[in-house]
């Protein structure tokens, strides 16, 4: 009988030993007891492997390799690089790096900061997270953007026994309660230099009238019959 052998047909010669086909370049096949190009894969050059019929083929693949088709889809090759085979991945995984691998996050989803002026964005594959900015005069609160109230740090009185400092978000503001005995004044605690209300004599028929805030007091004159007394403007009685 006849095979074919680099791309023509040869006699096939029977064999008992690889030295009846060492002069043909072949091995021999001792279970059909014929000289053949390969019993083995170790018989064929490096990027080959034996075929079926004892031929030497190119390899169809890289043995052992993996690559993804798409986001959902695995193509791997046997471990002779005879064949390929493809798979979807599951639905709860996404191919990258010629691997079926479990999603962490749901793909776009944002539910956190990556930082005070950026989101945590689930990239497109689900299996990690990117970072976008927010546009000027935002900044990020639980993976959203929202614009800033006031500027990061700023310092300004609330009401006259509190103040408030600007988050560094710029989202909203800590408040800060004064002392007992301070108001507060451009931002800052101080203490009163008198009680609001109260009042002393400037002069004979002035006084001076603590302020609200407890921190100056203003003078004011009484009225042209009167004297001040005990910080008192009082009528004249003669």
Do not use: K
Request: with cysteine.
């Amino acid at each position: 009988g006849q095979a074919c052998r680099a791309g023509q047909c040869a006699a096939v010669r029977t064999c008992r030993s690889a030295r009846d086909c060492n002069d043909r370049g072949q091995v021999c096949d001792t279970s059909a007891m014929r000289c053949a190009d390969c019993v083995e894969d170790a018989d064929c050059d490096p990027g080959q492997f034996c075929a079926p019929e004892r031929l030497c083929r190119r390899h169809v693949c890289t043995p052992g390799s993996a690559l993804c088709l798409d986001a959902a889809r695995l193509r791997t090759c046997d471990a002779r690089g005879t064949a390929s085979a493809d798979r979807a991945c599951a639905t709860t995984e996404s191919c990258s790096d010629g691997a079926c691998r479990p999603r962490v996050c749901t793909p776009g989803a944002a539910t956190a900061c990556a930082s005070l002026t950026e989101r945590q964005v689930c990239n497109v594959l689900g299996l990690g997270y990117d970072r976008a900015a927010c546009p000027s005069g935002q900044s990020c609160r639980a993976g959203a953007c929202v614009p800033r109230v006031c500027t990061a740090g700023a310092i300004d009185c609330l009401g006259l026994g509190s103040r408030r400092v600007c988050n560094p978000d710029g989202l909203d503001y800590a408040v800060i309660s004064c002392g007992s005995a301070q108001s507060c004044r451009d931002g800052t605690c101080v203490n009163r230099s008198c009680t609001p209300g109260t009042a002393v004599c400037a002069g004979a028929a002035t006084r001076d009238v603590c302020d609200a805030d407890g921190l100056g007091t203003t003078t004011s004159a009484c009225a042209s019959s009167q004297s001040c007394a005990a910080g008192l403007c009082r009528a004249w009685t003669c």
